[in-house]
């Protein structure tokens, strides 16, 4: 369905240090400025490149407000026609809840170049479900934490059909992250996930 594009650091020894470790520190800063930043110019550069490639990349709430990162976009949905309908933004619940007008009126903007909006981190996070009907997502993606073992987890099974079916009912696909066993995909498939992504399909790989 999509690639998603993920940032990495490497340390002085060369070893990858997943976003989960630094970007936390730093998301509110702005060195997260920097890294969202960079993020969206090797995406757009990669969709440039490869016309057939469809991806996300993510994006936090104060990004979407910071001058530089909204010309880098501004000029990759302008240089390249039809950029926009192979571009999805990621936001996590909790930055989308720290500035949510910012960001319902960002969607309100963009949505109409094509470009998509997922929900990160869905179940885990403080977005309250009554407030989903004045986003515009398109799709949501289901927190590892509920998906991990849900084939013998009766406790993961309820709570990941109910989030599915709340998606389902604001017209939103439901992805299923972290999946890591054909028995965790098996069981998804049965209760509606629409996607599945996860290291049981593949392992990150490193384009620059």
């Not at 369905?1 to 800063?29: C, H």
């Not at 936090?60 to 571009?87: C, E, K, N, V, Y």
Request: charged fraction near 20%.
């Amino acid at each position: 369905a999509f690639y998603e594009g993920l940032v990495r650091l490497t340390d002085e020894g060369g070893r990858v240090i997943p976003a989960a470790q630094f970007m936390p520190l730093v998301e509110e800063s702005a060195l997260g400025r920097e890294i969202d930043c960079a993020a969206l110019k090797l995406a757009l550069r990669q969709l440039q490149l490869n016309p057939g490639l469809r991806l996300s990349v993510n994006v936090s709430a104060r990004s979407i407000g910071d001058g530089a990162w909204r010309r880098l976009l501004d000029q990759g949905l302008f240089a390249t026609t039809g950029i926009g309908d192979r571009l999805i933004f990621e936001i996590s619940e909790t930055s989308a809840m720290l500035l949510h007008e910012n960001v319902i009126r960002f969607m309100t903007e963009i949505q109409p170049q094509g470009v998509g909006f997922a929900l990160d981190g869905f179940g885990a996070g403080f977005t309250a479900f009554r407030y989903l009907k004045d986003f515009f997502f398109d799709l949501v993606k289901i927190d590892k934490s509920f998906v991990r073992g849900i084939d013998h987890d009766p406790d993961n099974q309820v709570l990941t059909e109910a989030l599915i079916t709340v998606a389902h009912q604001f017209e939103m696909f439901a992805v299923a992250d972290g999946v890591e066993t054909a028995a965790e995909a098996t069981f998804l498939r049965s209760i509606g996930a629409d996607c599945l992504q996860g290291y049981h399909f593949s392992v990150p790989t490193f384009d620059l």
